[in-house]
C-alpha cells in the first residue's frame, strides 16, 4: 500500500516536469524495496522469483512514467492516471510474487 501511495504522489508532482523515466522507475522501485524491508525488520530471501515479481513491478513503474506525458494533457487528467495507476500499483503489487512464481515455475 506504501508503494502505491508513494507513486500516486510521485506521479502528481511530476506532471509537466521532465522527466528521467528509467532512472525515476529504478528510484522508485529502489525506495519502495528499501522501505518494505524496513517494516518487515528483515532482509528478504532473494532468489530468482523474487528478482523476477521486483523487475514486473519495475517494468509497470516504468510504463507508468513514461504514460504520464502522454496522457496529462491537463492537471485533472494527470490526478486521475495518478489515482489510477497507484490502484493499478496496489493490486499488481499484492500479486507481483504469485505472478512471478506462476511464470517462472
Given at each position: 500500500?506504501?508503494?502505491?501511495?508513494?507513486l500516486?504522489?510521485?506521479?502528481?508532482?511530476?506532471?509537466?516536469?521532465?522527466?528521467?523515466?528509467?532512472?525515476?522507475?529504478?528510484?522508485?522501485?529502489?525506495?519502495?524495496?528499501?522501505?518494505?524491508?524496513?517494516?518487515?525488520?528483515?532482509?528478504?530471501?532473494?532468489?530468482?522469483?523474487w528478482?523476477?515479481?521486483?523487475?514486473?513491478?519495475?517494468?509497470?513503474?516504468?510504463?507508468?512514467?513514461?504514460?504520464?506525458?502522454?496522457?496529462?494533457?491537463?492537471?485533472?487528467?494527470?490526478?486521475?492516471?495518478?489515482?489510477?495507476?497507484?490502484?493499478?500499483?496496489?493490486?499488481?503489487?499484492?500479486?507481483?510474487?504469485?505472478?512471478?512464481?506462476?511464470?517462472?515455475?
Amino acid at each position: 500500500m506504501l508503494g502505491a501511495l508513494i507513486l500516486g504522489v510521485w506521479l502528481l508532482l511530476s506532471i509537466d516536469r521532465a522527466k528521467q523515466t528509467f532512472w525515476e522507475a529504478s528510484l522508485f522501485t529502489f525506495i519502495v524495496m528499501v522501505a518494505i524491508s524496513l517494516m518487515d525488520w528483515s532482509l528478504p530471501h532473494i532468489n530468482a522469483i523474487w528478482l523476477f515479481s521486483w523487475f514486473v513491478l519495475w517494468l509497470y513503474a516504468f510504463v507508468v512514467f513514461w504514460l504520464l506525458d502522454v496522457v496529462s494533457v491537463n492537471f485533472i487528467s494527470g490526478a486521475v492516471f495518478s489515482v489510477a495507476a497507484g490502484i493499478g500499483y496496489f493490486f499488481l503489487q499484492s500479486h507481483a510474487y504469485a505472478l512471478a512464481t506462476q511464470w517462472l515455475n
